[in-house]
């Protein structure tokens, strides 16, 4: 049973570009979240996504970030027009459901925009 | 507004040495408390987790951790330490852990 895989692992995007960052749960896991830790950091809830429907988005950006998490494929989050404060690394985690056994986390997407 | 500290931002120690890593919690995130691991770019493992019930924890690796609802603390501890304990330590908590907050994360590095 496959853990939760992130990819690409290291993600460099120019400034300005796009950066898509992809999350595929652990097999009968309904439930995504995205995290992002900035060096030196802890991490900090970013958004909760269960299929088709965002949940909590209470830390994302208002601006140039997005996620979804489609019926069929991965969970994508997209940060648009990425700027050097993006660089960081992105986890996301999955549970079965309300989340109360604790999330399994990915090994996360690392972001240097330059 | 719901928060997680932890003490110390580094904590050296021998090898085989007991060691306690600290965490105090606010009363508005309470419910849920977990400890995370992470190696070297690598992802959270949970160590352990306290959800209800005894208030002593029992997790992976032979850490343990304490549920102290009067002091708001989750310290995590290992009687006796090895080098492979070497890594970043997170405590986080929430309520329904669908939004976990996290701590800053403390360092543990283990000198032979």
């Known amino acids: 049973n496959a853990g939760v895989m992130q990819n690409p692992r290291h993600l460099v995007r120019r400034r300005g570009q796009e950066a898509r960052l992809r999350c595929s749960p652990m097999?009968?896991?309904?439930?995504v979240y995205w995290y992002r830790q900035l060096p030196e950091e802890g991490l900090k809830f970013m958004v909760y996504?269960?299929?088709?429907?965002?949940?909590?988005e209470s830390g994302m950006p208002k601006e140039r970030f997005s996620a979804e998490f489609p019926k069929e494929g991965p969970s994508i989050l997209r940060i648009q027009q990425v700027v050097r404060g993006d660089s960081a690394a992105y986890f996301c985690?999955?549970?079965?459901?309300?989340?109360?056994?604790?999330?399994?986390f990915g090994s996360g997407t690392r972001l240097t925009v330059v | 507004a719901q928060s997680v500290t932890q003490l110390d931002s580094q904590v050296p120690v021998f090898e085989e040495a007991p060691v306690e890593l600290r965490c105090n919690y606010s009363?508005?995130?309470?419910?849920?408390l977990f400890w995370y691991v992470q190696y070297p770019n690598q992802g959270l493992q949970l160590l352990l987790k306290?959800?209800?019930?005894?208030?002593l924890v029992k997790g992976i690796n032979g850490f343990e951790a304490e549920f102290n609802k009067s002091q708001t603390s989750f310290h995590l501890r290992k009687p006796s330490v090895h080098i492979s304990d070497t890594a970043e330590y997170f405590c986080a908590g929430g309520k329904g852990a669908q939004k976990l907050v996290f701590g800053q994360g403390t360092r543990l590095t283990i000198n032979p």
């Open positions: 996504l269960q299929k088709e429907n965002i949940i909590d």
């Open positions: 985690a999955s549970s079965p459901g309300q989340g109360e056994y604790g999330y399994t």
């Open positions: 097999k009968g896991h309904s439930h």
């Open positions: 009363s508005s995130v309470s419910v849920y």
């Open positions: 306290y959800l209800s019930g005894s208030t």
